[in-house]
């Protein structure tokens, strides 16, 4: 330790002065050795420490995280947040800490390093220069020649200089090691008490901490406790679990019938997938094993279904449920549940029908009552009339009072994309033949809409039968109402899927025929009486050889006139195109030369003539509903039917699969050229078929975009009540049931010859379908 004592051998510059400095200066250098590694342990366990905090952070985070599975749970809940609650607290304290040890120890420490014990190095090292130079000045004055006064002097100067400067530096370094033995412990001491107070701090905060937290974790060691007993009882309870397999197989479970089936699905493949199955409000329905969170409707209604065993299926324990649209091959996985699942199904059938019937009773009796009920039950009254009235009607087109393969009496069934009347064996077999083949519908139980109803009144089963039965020999084995399943299921499919038995297209050889075309359709009496099945065509052409004028007498097919010339029964309020043939009954389309007939062609030129019966006798031929007219500028053949102005032909097209959002060369697609038409029926009907309004055209406009132009408000207001519904359906918000509605009402409207909406006190009561 430096003293006083020591400054007058300071200026001495003894040995002894000499001896206490080197020792002091030692003392300083391994101060500042270990003080360098207190500030290295030290930032280490502020670096860990703070990881330490982090860690713990994001383990509070993980338990947030981790609560969110008892969020069903409320008591759970409040555990674990008082619990997420403490954690966050300790944490915080220990970041206090943290900073605490960090500002008193590491910054004054480093500080006290960098500044004062640095300051002693810079003094040490003045000290040995200024030392260095005394010595020299002793030197030099010592070896100056007693014979030379002046150099005497000179060096006498200089050592005197020197000597006194040494003085002050001595002095001055003597006091900076001074100032650091003196300042070490204070500067030490100082920030270990900072520290130590930090601690102290901090732990007491902790134990206020646990303190306020003693309540809370015995409560919770109780529940703990508790939790391990319940554990323990589920345990047990678990054990004879094996003894439920054979309780099951013994005692089906009581309630709804539910359980897994094999469905084959309707598709070319004809592949099979398990599926979970159940009997739910008068539905059959049925949903995935994994990744699927609602059911899938089957059958909305099981009064329209029946169910019987397929003993033919190439499976075991196969049954069989028929609809009016459509026919499901389901498999069981073994005999019990197959005798359980048809008698399920018999008796669903029947509760079904039963609370149909009680609910009917259940209106007539408050129609008794009178009032609000009253006109209720004459609405109903009033709609299965009405059903009844038109089966009768549908029954009275040629042909469609017996089965149209069979030939079965007194039909409820119908095939609306065929247009053609069924027994329901025979509409069992079409069912199963896909959609995309038949869709079934029954006469008396579903609602008709007025276009399917023209499509049907168009055709029915004498006109179809003279297209799909045109090339029947006495080697076919044929339907009848008592043959067996196999040979009825093997015929259907020759006649409606492989058309084995439609004819060929052929022109009667009577001249040579140029050209072809169709014949413009509606039904009236006039259409009735029978036209020609050709027209001649004097052309007149100039031989190159000579300048005689030469007259060529040609023929036009007019094709489909033995279709169009069977008589109908119209349908009451049901016209079909009056207005759409220009008034002239033996009007055709544009003629066509005769190397271009086919079948496709054929439904091209059929469907811009609406003649039903002829697109019939295409699609038998097996016209590529996909085709677009180049020469047309790619329209299809629904653009066709849209210029037709035929809603009945758009119908007819849309039922049996023709696409409805094909663009034309311009980007036009049939909605496009409806709308900008001004055929609101026939923007109604799209509209029903889910057409998409949104598609633009190479101009850049929507169907909507025409509308507002042409000032159309019935087609705005379809277009905007459209884009409103698929708002609402995809807000999952309900509003099919209205618009249906609104397309519903609109069907019924009469439509003058431009396709606009026949309001009260117009001049037209015509109907455009």
């Given at each position: 330790?430096?003293t006083?004592?020591?400054l007058?051998e300071?200026?001495?510059?003894?040995?002894?002065?000499?001896?206490?400095?080197?020792?002091?200066?030692?003392?300083?250098?391994?101060?500042e050795?270990?003080?360098?590694r207190i500030?290295?342990?030290?930032?280490?366990?502020v670096d860990?420490?703070k990881s330490?905090?982090?860690?713990?952070?994001?383990?509070?985070?993980a338990?947030?995280?981790l609560s969110?599975?008892?969020?069903s749970?409320?008591?759970?809940m409040?555990?674990?947040?008082?619990?997420?609650?403490?954690?966050?607290?300790m944490?915080?304290?220990?970041?206090?800490?943290?900073?605490?040890?960090?500002?008193?120890?590491?910054?004054t420490?480093?500080?006290f390093v960098?500044?004062?014990?640095?300051?002693?190095?810079?003094?040490?090292?003045l000290f040995?220069?200024i030392?260095t130079?005394?010595?020299?000045?002793?030197?030099?004055?010592?070896?100056t020649?007693?014979?030379?006064p002046?150099?005497?002097?000179q060096?006498?100067v200089?050592l005197q200089?020197?000597?006194?400067c040494?003085?002050?530096?001595?002095l001055d370094?003597v006091?900076?090691?001074?100032m650091?033995?003196?300042?070490q412990k204070?500067?030490i001491?100082?920030?270990?008490l900072?520290?130590?107070?930090?601690?102290?701090?901090y732990f007491?905060?902790?134990?206020?901490?646990?303190e306020?937290l003693?309540?809370?974790?015995?409560?919770?060691?109780?529940?703990v406790?508790?939790?391990?007993?319940?554990t323990?009882?589920l345990?047990?309870t678990l054990g004879e679990?094996?003894?439920?397999?054979s309780?099951l197989?013994?005692?089906?479970?009581?309630?709804?019938?539910?359980g897994?089936?094999?469905?084959r699905?309707t598709n070319?493949?004809?592949?099979?997938?398990?599926?979970?199955?159940?009997?739910?409000?008068?539905q059959?329905?049925?949903?995935k094993?994994?990744?699927e969170?609602s059911?899938?409707?089957?059958?909305?209604?099981?009064?329209?279904?029946?169910?019987?065993?397929?003993?033919?299926?190439?499976?075991r324990?196969?049954?069989e449920?028929?609809?009016?649209?459509r026919?499901?091959m389901?498999?069981?996985?073994?005999?019990?549940?197959?005798?359980?699942?048809?008698?399920?199904l018999?008796?669903?059938?029947?509760a079904a029908?039963?609370l149909?019937?009680n609910?009917?009773?259940?209106r007539?009796l408050s129609?008794?009552?009178?009032?609000?009920?009253?006109s209720v039950?004459?609405?109903?009254?009033?709609?299965?009339n009405?059903?009844t009235?038109i089966?009768e009607?549908?029954?009275?087109?040629?042909?469609?009072?017996?089965?149209?393969?069979?030939?079965?009496?007194d039909?409820?069934?119908a095939?609306i994309n065929?247009?053609i009347?069924?027994?329901?064996?025979?509409?069992?077999?079409?069912?199963?033949?896909?959609v995309?083949?038949?869709?079934v519908?029954s006469l008396?139980l579903?609602?008709?809409?007025p276009?399917i109803?023209k499509v049907?009144?168009?055709?029915g089963?004498q006109?179809?039968?003279t297209?799909?039965?045109?090339n029947?020999?006495s080697?076919?084995?044929?339907a009848t109402p008592?043959?067996s399943g196999l040979i009825?299921?093997?015929?259907?499919?020759?006649?409606?899927?492989?058309?084995d038995?439609?004819?060929?297209?052929?022109i009667?050889?009577?001249?040579p025929k140029?050209?072809w075309?169709?014949?413009k359709?509606?039904?009236?009496?006039?259409?009735?009486e029978g036209?020609?099945?050709?027209?001649?065509?004097i052309?007149?052409t100039?031989?190159?050889?000579c300048?005689?004028?030469q007259?060529?007498?040609t023929?036009?097919?007019?094709?489909?006139d033995?279709l169009?010339?069977?008589?109908?029964?119209?349908?009451?309020g049901l016209n079909s195109?009056?207005d759409?043939t220009?008034?002239?009954?033996?009007a055709?389309?544009?003629?066509e030369?005769?190397?271009?007939?086919?079948?496709?062609r054929l439904l091209h030129?059929?469907?811009?003539?609406?003649n039903i019966?002829?697109?019939?006798?295409?699609f038998?031929?097996?016209?590529?509903?996909?085709?677009?007219?180049p020469?047309?500028?790619n329209?299809?053949?629904l653009?066709?039917?849209i210029?037709?102005?035929s809603?009945?032909?758009?119908?007819?097209?849309?039922?049996?699969?023709?696409?409805?959002n094909?663009?034309d060369i311009t980007?036009?697609?049939?909605?496009?050229?409806?709308?900008?038409?001004?055929?609101?029926a026939?923007?109604?009907l799209?509209?029903k078929?889910?057409?998409?309004q949104?598609?633009?055209?190479?101009?850049?406009?929507?169907?909507l975009?025409?509308a507002?132009?042409?000032a159309?408000a019935?087609?705005?207001?379809?277009?905007?009540?459209?884009?409103?519904?698929?708002?609402?359906?995809?807000a999952?918000?309900g509003?099919d049931?209205t618009?249906?509605?609104?397309?519903r009402?609109?069907?019924q409207l009469?439509?003058?010859?431009?396709g606009k909406?026949?309001?009260p006190?117009?001049?037209?009561?015509?109907?455009?379908?």
């Open positions: 330790m430096v006083s004592a020591i007058p300071a200026l001495r510059d003894s040995p002894r002065f000499r001896a206490q400095l080197a020792r002091e200066e030692a003392d300083i250098e391994t101060l050795n270990k003080l360098d500030l290295k342990t030290c930032g280490v366990m860990s420490g330490y905090v982090q860690h713990q952070t994001l383990f509070a985070n338990l947030w995280d969110s599975c008892f969020a749970d409320v008591e759970t409040s555990k674990f947040n008082r619990i997420i609650q403490a954690i966050q607290e944490s915080k304290f220990q970041t206090i800490l943290l900073d605490q040890a960090s500002r008193t120890i590491l910054t420490v480093t500080n960098k500044e004062d014990i640095k300051g002693v190095w810079e003094s040490r090292h040995d220069k030392s130079e005394l010595d020299g000045a002793v030197s030099r004055h010592a070896q020649p007693k014979n030379k002046v150099d005497i002097e060096a006498t200089s200089a020197t000597s006194k040494f003085k002050h530096t001595a370094h006091y900076a090691i001074s650091i033995q003196s300042k204070l500067v001491l100082g920030c270990l900072s520290y130590m107070q930090a601690n102290v701090t007491h905060q902790g134990s206020d901490l646990c306020s003693q309540p809370f974790l015995r409560k919770l060691n109780s529940d406790l508790e939790l391990q007993s319940g323990k009882q345990e047990k679990r094996h003894n439920l397999v309780q197989d013994e005692n089906p479970p009581i309630g709804p019938m539910q897994y089936l094999f469905k699905t070319a493949f004809k592949t099979w997938h398990r599926r979970w199955f159940l009997l739910k409000d008068n059959l329905v049925y949903r094993r994994t990744g969170d059911y899938t409707v089957m059958e909305e209604d099981l009064r329209l279904c029946t169910v019987k065993p397929a003993f033919d299926a190439e499976r324990f196969c049954f449920v028929l609809s009016p649209n026919s499901h389901l498999q069981a996985d073994s005999e019990a549940n197959f005798a359980r699942w048809i008698a399920a018999q008796q669903g059938i029947g029908l039963q149909s019937s609910s009917s009773d259940s007539e129609a008794a009552g009178g009032g609000v009920n009253a039950n004459e609405e109903d009254s009033s709609n299965n009405r059903k009235k089966w009607q549908l029954a009275r087109i040629p042909g469609n009072d017996i089965c149209c393969d069979c030939k079965s009496p039909p409820r069934w095939s065929l247009g009347t069924l027994c329901i064996d025979c509409s069992g077999v079409h069912r199963s033949l896909g995309h083949h038949s869709k519908r008396t579903d609602a008709w809409e276009e109803l049907m009144a168009e055709l089963n006109v179809v039968n297209v799909y039965e045109a029947i020999d080697t076919v084995v044929i008592s043959c009825r299921e093997s015929y259907i499919k020759r006649k409606w899927v492989n058309k038995f439609v004819a060929p297209l052929s009667s050889p009577l001249r140029r050209k075309s169709v014949r359709l509606r039904r009236r009496a006039k259409s009735m036209g020609p099945k050709h027209r001649t065509v052309e007149e100039r031989s190159n050889s300048e005689d004028d007259t060529v007498i023929e036009v097919a007019v094709l489909g033995e169009n010339n069977v008589a109908t029964s119209p349908i009451d195109d009056d759409s220009d008034g002239d009954d033996n055709t389309v544009d003629e030369d005769i190397s271009k007939l086919s079948p496709t030129k059929a469907s811009k003539a609406h019966p002829v697109m019939c006798h295409a038998a031929l097996g016209a590529n509903k996909l085709w677009t007219d020469e047309q500028g329209r299809t053949h653009h066709q039917a210029i037709s102005g809603v009945m032909a758009c119908e007819y097209l849309l039922l049996n699969g023709v696409p409805i094909t663009q980007g036009n697609t049939p909605l496009h050229l409806a709308t900008e038409l001004g055929h609101t026939q923007v109604c799209l509209l078929h889910r057409a998409d949104h598609i633009k055209n190479e101009a850049g406009v929507d169907p975009d025409t507002v132009q042409l159309n019935d087609i705005v207001t379809l277009l905007r009540l459209g884009r409103l519904n698929e708002e609402m359906r995809n999952e918000s509003g049931e618009f249906n509605d609104v397309v009402d609109f069907s009469s439509f003058d010859t431009n909406v026949t309001r006190g117009s001049s037209y009561g015509g109907s455009r379908f």
